[in-house]
Nanobody, 125 residues
Framework: VQLQASGGGLVQRGGSLRLACVAS????????IGWFRQAPGKEREWVSC????????AYADSVKGRFTISKDNVKNTVYLQMNSLKPEDTAVYYC???????????????????WGQGTQVTVSS
C-alpha cells in the first residue's frame, strides 16, 4: 500500500492550494483518510479526516471554515482544498489511512496504518 501526497507549494497569505492523496493497492472508499501537518519544531497535528465509507468529515478548529476535505472514488484520491491560507498553516502535510477505524473520523495519528511521504506547504506573509 502506498499513499502519494502532492500539491504543496509556496503561496501568499490568503491564497489557496489543493493537496491530493492518491492511493495504490488499496481502495480509499472503505477506510478513514486523514490529513496531518507538522511545522518545524512542533508536533504532528491532525488537520482533517474523511470516512470513506460514510463520508463523514471533521476538521481541526484551526482550519474549520477554510479547508475542505473530499474524495474521488474513481480516481482513488482524497483532496484537501485549503483556502484563506495563513502563515501559521506552513508545514509539511501528510495523508494517512486507517484500515480499521474505531471512530468515524479518527484524529489520533497513532491509529493510522499507512502514511504518505508529505508535501511542503509554505505560506508567506
Amino acid at each position: 500500500v502506498q499513499l502519494q501526497a502532492s500539491g504543496g507549494g509556496l503561496v501568499q497569505r490568503g491564497g489557496s492550494l489543493r493537496l491530493a492523496c492518491v492511493a495504490s493497492e488499496i481502495s480509499l472508499e472503505y477506510y478513514a483518510i486523514g490529513w496531518f501537518r507538522q511545522a518545524p519544531g512542533k508536533e504532528r497535528e491532525w488537520v482533517s479526516c474523511i470516512n470513506g465509507r460514510h463520508g463523514t468529515q471533521a476538521y481541526a478548529d484551526s482550519v474549520k471554515g477554510r479547508f475542505t476535505i473530499s474524495k474521488d472514488n474513481v480516481k482513488n484520491t482524497v483532496y484537501l482544498q485549503m483556502n484563506s491560507l495563513k502563515p501559521e498553516d506552513t508545514a509539511v502535510y501528510y495523508c494517512a489511512l486507517d484500515r480499521h477505524p474505531l471512530e468515524d473520523v479518527p484524529t489520533d495519528a497513532a491509529v493510522y496504518d499507512y502514511w504518505g511521504q508529505g508535501t511542503q506547504v509554505t505560506v508567506s506573509s
